[in-house]
C-alpha cells in the first residue's frame, strides 16, 4: 500500500465517520432514525436547523410513515406524524406562537383564515403559558389520527387535540408551505439536502 493510497483509504474512513456522526446529532441535539408513537413505529423523514438571521432558534425533526417530499404528501401520508422543535437557544414563547400564526397567514389563503382563528388563539395561548422556551425544550406536534392534533410542550400535553385536519395542514404549512419561515429547514426536513 502506498502512503498516498493510505491516507485517501484514511481520509475516506474519517469522512464516512463524521458524515455518521453529523446524521445522528445537530447542534447537540440527538436525532433518532425512528420513534414509536401511537403505537406505530415512524421513520426519520429529515432534520435540520432552524435560524433566525445568524441565530440558532431550535433542530426540528419530522417523522413519518414513510418518505414525504411536500406538504401534499405529508398530509395524505397514513398513520402518525410528529414534528419536533427542541430548543437551542432561549426565546420568549409568546412572541414565537405569534410568528407560527404569521407563518399561517403567509400560507393559507385569506378566503380560509377565517375558519383558522378559533384554532389559531388557542395556539397562542399555549405559548404565552408557556412564557420562556429554554434550550433543551421541546415541542411536538404529533398528528394522531382519529385524535386530531396533540401539542406537546415541556413535557406536558397542552389542552385538547385540534381535531380539524384542516388546522394541521395550515400549522404544518408554517414549514412545508409555499412560503416556509425557513426554507433551508423545509428541504432538510423533508429530506431534500
Same mark, same amino acid.
Given at each position: *500500500?502506498? =502512503?498516498?493510497? %493510505?491516507?485517501?483509504?484514511w481520509l475516506?474512513?474519517?469522512c ?6 453529523a446524521?445522528t446529532?445537530?447542534?447537540?441535539v440527538? #436525532?433518532?432514525d &425512528?420513534? !414509536? +408513537?401511537? $403505537?406505530s413505529k415512524?421513520? +426519520? @423523514?429529515g ?6 438571521a445568524?441565530?440558532k432558534?431550535?433542530v $426540528?425533526? =419530522? ?6 417530499? &411536500? +406538504? /401534499?404528501?405529508?398530509i395524505a401520508a397514513?398513520?402518525?406524524?410528529? +414534528?419536533?422543535? !427542541? ?5 420568549e414563547a $409568546?412572541p414565537?406562537g405569534?410568528?407560527?400564526?404569521? $407563518?399561517?397567514? /403567509?400560507?393559507?389563503?385569506k378566503n ?5 382563528v378559533?384554532?389559531? #388563539?388557542? *395556539?397562542g395561548d #399555549? %405559548?404565552?403559558? @408557556?412564557?420562556?422556551l429554554?434550550p433543551? /425544550?421541546?415541542?411536538y =406536534? /404529533?398528528w394522531i ?16 387535540? %385540534?381535531k380539524?385536519?384542516? %388546522?394541521y395542514?395550515?400549522? *404544518?404549512?408554517?414549514?412545508?408551505g409555499p412560503?416556509?419561515a425557513?426554507?433551508?429547514l423545509?428541504e432538510?426536513? =423533508?429530506?431534500?439536502k
Amino acid at each position: *500500500m502506498t =502512503l498516498k493510497h %493510505f491516507f485517501s483509504t484514511w481520509l475516506l474512513a474519517a469522512c464516512a465517520a463524521t458524515s455518521a456522526v453529523a446524521a445522528t446529532e445537530i447542534h447537540g441535539v440527538k #436525532i433518532e432514525d &425512528s420513534i !414509536t +408513537l401511537a $403505537g406505530s413505529k415512524l421513520q +426519520l @423523514n429529515g432534520a435540520g436547523t432552524r435560524f433566525k438571521a445568524v441565530f440558532k432558534v431550535y433542530v $426540528g425533526e =419530522l417523522y413519518t410513515s414513510q418518505k414525504v417530499s &411536500s +406538504l /401534499d404528501e405529508l398530509i395524505a401520508a397514513p398513520g402518525p406524524k410528529r +414534528l419536533s422543535m !427542541t430548543f437551542v437557544r432561549e426565546i420568549e414563547a $409568546g412572541p414565537f406562537g405569534k410568528l407560527l400564526t404569521r $407563518g399561517v397567514e /403567509d400560507n393559507v389563503p385569506k378566503n380560509e383564515m377565517s375558519k383558522l382563528v378559533p384554532g389559531l #388563539i388557542r *395556539m397562542g395561548d #399555549i %405559548f404565552t403559558v @408557556n412564557k420562556v422556551l429554554v434550550p433543551g /425544550d421541546v415541542i411536538y =406536534l /404529533d398528528w394522531i389520527p382519529g385524535t386530531g392534533m396533540v401539542v406537546t410542550a415541556k413535557g406536558k400535553v397542552q389542552g385538547e387535540p %385540534f381535531k380539524e385536519p384542516e %388546522f394541521y395542514k395550515a400549522i *404544518m404549512s408554517i414549514w412545508f408551505g409555499p412560503s416556509p419561515a425557513d426554507f433551508k429547514l423545509k428541504e432538510a426536513l =423533508l429530506g431534500q439536502k
